[in-house]
């Protein structure tokens, strides 16, 4: 179940390992083989990085729709990493920062990093980073360039790097050959109904029929972040009884469709 | 009558209610089951940020015509939330500012508001806050990404945060991707010619018959503060006889025809 | 007569009326029922600032072609309201100016007029403000949030302003959104054949008959200002000999037509 | 003669007349009827500045084609002014000043004269005040804004002012709004054949029949300044032989023909 | 093999080879006929600067498709040039400079070049230097004009230099003149598939037949950096035995067109 | 032959001489009438200017493809002029200057020139000097201004100026209206096949027979610094025997032709 799913990508060591968990606030649900394949490629650039005398860098840039879950997975593998040196670029932390701030900042990250033997940093929503923007479109050409060259740049001899990079806009960044810059580009991809149902099931907050339904009720393609909070929100005012510690009560089909109805999918 | 229907928002408690009246200079007058939907599922929201454990930070945007009432209903909501924090970031308190001012203002309202066990945050009218102007079109991309990146980031842990921000902008706030970075959008809906009928009545300034009757000098969807404004034109210097405190006189319809006739509906 | 028409509009009191005056060169000749329709409804408008409760803030937009007469108007206007806080904005007194000094400069009008019971602030020439040219088009953005939010902006409570603002780029300030910040919009018509005769008349420069001689020289909608310097330029170097005091020559029709035919009408 | 030509334009008196004479390199050679006719208008112009009490700033643009002596006339008709400030503002003086310390001391001007009871001051090539170039294009917008405002603005009382600008990017000015903001604008015209040759007889470098032969080898439309420049060229090193002081040697047409098919009419 | 290859280009002497050879970290592997020729192309350049007495300044800039090897050649080139002045100029180093600061860097090695005999400067991925992003297209014009003034100045008289160029932005080069500024351009081709063949070969990771099987999972064009990168992928984890010291393990073709499907080609 | 050739332009008189020649590298060889009508005509304007009272400012733009010898050209005629102020104004000795910088740089020359009683200036490059690139397109404005300005202004009286000018963008100096500036515009062509037939013979590398066949090789319109570079190519390496010095060995036609496939004409 949803409890059990969480408890599995607990990271097995230390330091930053809180803040990252505030990058995946709804814990990782297993959505099936395409995740599993995402993973398991991810981990295996990690193990080359680790151990291969001719790639001190490697790069993987995770894409996909907005809520598809992709900065949920780079904290995730990025912990589950278990290198020394595991840092999270985001804008969160830069938020007024000027244009030229946010490239000592991200340049600075590179160079603490390249004092470790092997490390990972994640460039979390590159675009927010390049303060994009399509009405223009405008963004920080100091940020790219800067993004550019780390993203490439070799460490010194004897040190190690992954780069993990996650964008709702790979279109924008394979015009600025920004996605040229990374090894390789994975896609995270929407749920689809099957995957949806069992995300629901797995959630604990629907019977395996409803969640069935429910999941007919959306689109096609679902994306992981709003689903949890149309069933965050389904469960909202549910029951004033007390339930045992951290289970939900179950949501009502109709109840489910009518958030959807109002808040839309 | 209109004066108790004031009474009806006043609220609850303390502090900053004197300065968010100001918001809603004419105050509320209940236009309706529409209007009655919006307040009841913000209010949804409301409930879910303070109990739900899941969801720490939720956003609503509420987006209408000029005049529709968006700014009125967000404090409106603020107040009535109850929440010990509540704080309106609006351009008025920040004439003159430049680009990363405004930044900052906005980014310490938020600071301020994580120190709050739970709070409530309006972002009015977020085209002024942006410096929007559709020649060009030209707007602070510094304001942009700061409300990009605050309207979604986690507070710390054990806060919550409630942020409701109003526009009559919403295609320019899409594609921005600015609309999508708040969980919720509803529309304030423009009055239709029963409710303007409604709220002419509900004003005391006429007659039932009248109403009816000035509703029809008016287009098919009427913004609630024009409509406000030209009732307060259309009484201006009738009779100059002392009325009971607070009660208006009776306008003849023609004046008030008159009076759309000079100024436009 | 003309001398008369002056008299006529000048201010019962006091301060600044004399730099008022130099807005309006060669001051106010009635010029028809338009001309009394528009002064009436602003009039109305400054009445409603000082009495209604409800409104405590109101907007006038004069907007005409160029050399309709709109600086005079609003000039008048401002001078004959009464008000104890009377100051116009203009773009002739912050030559130079910064776009951040214009807006402390016009922000510091505001304030300073909260200050005052009851205001009015005249916004003249609003695109020489907004320093826009169309070529581009070119604008200060900074001054334009600016009076985005002031033309809009609850002054304190108990305090009360009236604004007017002059234009003759009605269009550009619509695309701006400026327009409709104020709260009413009128137009301040060129003249026609027959008013153009009797503000020919009223000069006292033209025989009845000549004066209508003259308007037939002239387009269907001539410029106020335009047609009292055509008059000045024809009655340049007539007659040597000493007329009564302010009492001009008259033109002969034929000097008139060659004024025009010269520099145009 | 030319020689006597030159001298009917020397200024009755003194100052700045010697810097104003460099801007008239080659002196002032009466073209012709349109000639006197353009100098006529300003004549008034100027006059009525002096006189009437109703137009304290008159304000003429001339316009025209490069090298048609637009600036030879300003300088010529503000140095017969007579009025005790004249001055010439021109970008020659200014080069490489930025944008704001042009705009100061275009202002410093207009406050100097403000002090004079009657002034003339010349915009000498206003698009190159304006930095204008039609690559973009791109201007100065605070000298242009700048502008606008000096050439409208009125003097302080008892105190008198004529403009004289020139330009040979009329349709720009237009754009502008600039055209707009002189009273008058005058038209300075290419030489036509006919006033060719009786500009190049007056130069005393041509028989009459040879002047009427040059002018045949032009075009239709004349440039003054380009006409003797190429005199000029023809002129040179004819003849070692000492001549007359002052007098010119006969320039052959032939030799006149081959300089114009050497560097182009 | 690849061993041996690696070998054939170690450089000569001393310095700089450290650093230099992180510009080809996976070496230099003769890959055919074409890359004889560019090598013996740019010797005989840097021959010439050497000796003659009438070229003191000769550049050359190759330019090619990401990947194809462009930098490793230049590196090595300069390396073997055997010149005792011999520098690399890249955005590498320059993270987060400004424009000037990036200006007087380069100008900087530029000037100290002058002051060896003879000199070999490489300027490493011009359009990264210049900044340049497609979209708007963006660029340090400051930069580009630096550049476009360097490649072609005369060192002092007795001083000889040789600029060697990378780009994969050819077109962009020649439409700001920059290409041109380069006395002579060369392809750096991408590898045709008998090419792979014999790379892969030299890798010593494939047996001859499996080295051609792996070369037509690949398209008919391919850069030999994705080339090396994809055989390192396919490597990874293959036999923990020990191999002998640098010597690698056979990799199957199945793995290696699975790594091809896993992340592109 | 070329020895001979270089001897005839050798300047008179001293100082910068030094410096000019090193913007002529390969001295002049002199290719024919056209190249004779340039410097007869540049003569004239310099005599001109030296002699003529009415023409204290002359200019002379020599605009051509590139390599055509245009920078070669003016250096030349400004040391043959024999004024005793000459200058080089050249972007390669402001590489790194701030566009205001290069402005007072740029005029700084002129007002030491106008110390002189009669001074040559040379704008090398106007197109380096302005900053231009197509793409945009940007230049300086600043700098194009203050060209403008400088090309025309009149000298104080009694001094006296050579304006020479070069560029290889003339449609763009038109659009600037920087070629107006100029009194007169002058075509330096590109060889024809007799004229590179020749240079070459003059370059003492070519039988008279080979000239002929390796200008068979070229186009129709061949750049004098191209044609002279791969003449350098070609005898590189040719005889390790001496040559009496300064003397050439001959280079045999087919290596000529190889040159030019290698690198391109
Ligand atoms: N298998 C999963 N993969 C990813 N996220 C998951 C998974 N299971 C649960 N989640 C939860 O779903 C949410 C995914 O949101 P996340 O912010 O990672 O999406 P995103 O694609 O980065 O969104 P955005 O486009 O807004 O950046 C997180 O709250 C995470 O805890
Ligand atoms: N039911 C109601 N909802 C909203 N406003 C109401 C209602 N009843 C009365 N009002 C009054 O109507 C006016 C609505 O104006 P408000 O400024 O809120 O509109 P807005 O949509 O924010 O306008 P703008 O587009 O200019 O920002 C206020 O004066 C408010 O007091
Ligand atoms: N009835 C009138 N209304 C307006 N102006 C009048 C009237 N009678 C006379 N005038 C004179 O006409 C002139 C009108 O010029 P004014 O500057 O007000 O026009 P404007 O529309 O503001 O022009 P601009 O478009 O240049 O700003 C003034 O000199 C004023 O004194
Ligand atoms: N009648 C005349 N009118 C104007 N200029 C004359 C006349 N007779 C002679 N000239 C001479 O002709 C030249 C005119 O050049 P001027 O600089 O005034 O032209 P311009 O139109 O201002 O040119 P530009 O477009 O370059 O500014 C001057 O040298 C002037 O002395
Ligand atoms: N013959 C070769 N030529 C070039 N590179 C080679 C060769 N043999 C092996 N290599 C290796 O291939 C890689 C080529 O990458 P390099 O960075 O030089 O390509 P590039 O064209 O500069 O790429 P980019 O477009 O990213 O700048 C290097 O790791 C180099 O060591
Ligand atoms: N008759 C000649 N005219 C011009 N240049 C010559 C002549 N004879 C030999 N040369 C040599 O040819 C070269 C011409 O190059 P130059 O730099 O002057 O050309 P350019 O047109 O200025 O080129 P660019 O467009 O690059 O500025 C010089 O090295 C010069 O010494
Ligand atoms: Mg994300
Ligand atoms: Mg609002
Ligand atoms: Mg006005
Ligand atoms: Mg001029
Ligand atoms: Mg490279
Ligand atoms: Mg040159």
């Given at each position: 179940?949803?409890?059990?799913?969480?408890?599995?990508?607990?990271?097995?060591?230390?330091?930053?390992?809180?803040?990252?968990?505030?990058?995946?606030?709804?814990?990782?649900?297993?959505?099936?083989?395409?995740?599993?394949?995402?993973?398991?490629?991810?981990?295996?650039?990690?193990?080359?990085?680790?151990?291969?005398?001719?790639?001190?860098?490697?790069?993987?840039?995770l894409?996909?729709?907005?809520?598809?879950?992709?900065?949920?997975?780079?904290?995730?593998?990025?912990?589950?990493?278990?290198?020394?040196?595991?840092?999270?670029?985001?804008?969160?932390?830069?938020?007024?920062?000027?244009?030229?701030?946010?490239?000592?900042?991200?340049?600075?990250?590179?160079?603490?990093?390249?004092?470790?033997?092997?490390?990972?940093?994640?460039?979390?929503?590159?675009?927010?980073?390049?303060?994009?923007?399509?009405?223009?479109?405008?963004?920080?050409?100091?940020?790219?360039?800067?993004?550019?060259?780390?993203?490439?740049?070799?460490?010194?001899?004897?040190?190690?790097?992954?780069?993990?990079?996650?964008?709702?806009?790979?279109?924008?960044?394979?015009?600025?050959?920004?996605?040229?810059?990374?090894?390789?580009?994975?896609?995270?991809?929407?749920?689809?109904?099957?995957?949806?149902t069992?995300?629901?099931?797995?959630?604990?907050?629907?019977?395996?029929a409803?969640?069935?339904?429910?999941?007919?009720?959306?689109?096609?393609?679902?994306?992981?972040?709003?689903l949890?909070?149309?069933?965050?929100?389904?469960c909202?005012?549910l029951?004033?009884?007390?339930?045992?510690?951290?289970?939900?009560?179950t949501?009502?089909?109709?109840?489910?469709?009518?958030?959807?109805?109002?808040?839309?999918?």
């Amino acid at each position: 179940d949803f409890e059990e799913a969480l408890k599995e990508v607990k990271p097995a060591f230390g330091v930053s390992a809180d803040t990252m968990d505030s990058y995946r606030p709804q814990g990782i649900i297993p959505t099936g083989e395409k995740f599993e394949h995402i993973m398991a490629t991810c981990k295996a650039l990690a193990a080359q990085v680790e151990t291969s005398e001719r790639s001190p860098i490697l790069s993987c840039l995770l894409e996909g729709a907005p809520g598809a879950g992709k900065t949920a997975l780079a904290a995730t593998l990025a912990l589950e990493s278990g290198f020394p040196f595991v840092k999270f670029i985001s804008a969160e932390t830069m938020v007024g920062y000027s244009e030229s701030a946010k490239c000592s900042a991200i340049a600075k990250v590179f160079e603490d990093a390249y004092k470790s033997p092997v490390s990972c940093i994640v460039l979390d929503d590159i675009e927010r980073l390049l303060e994009y923007v399509s009405i223009g479109p405008r963004f920080s050409n100091h940020v790219l360039q800067t993004l550019l060259v780390l993203a490439k740049r070799q460490p010194p001899k004897g040190h190690r790097l992954l780069v993990l990079g996650t964008t709702s806009q790979l279109p924008v960044l394979e015009t600025m050959e920004l996605a040229a810059a990374f090894n390789v580009t994975l896609n995270v991809p929407l749920l689809q109904p099957a995957e949806v149902t069992s995300v629901l099931t797995a959630t604990g907050a629907f019977t395996p029929a409803d969640a069935q339904g429910a999941s007919a009720v959306l689109g096609d393609a679902v994306a992981i972040k709003r689903l949890l909070l149309l069933v965050e929100m389904a469960c909202q005012g549910l029951g004033e009884a007390p339930h045992p510690a951290g289970q939900r009560p179950t949501v009502p089909l109709e109840r489910f469709t009518d958030v959807v109805m109002d808040v839309g999918s």
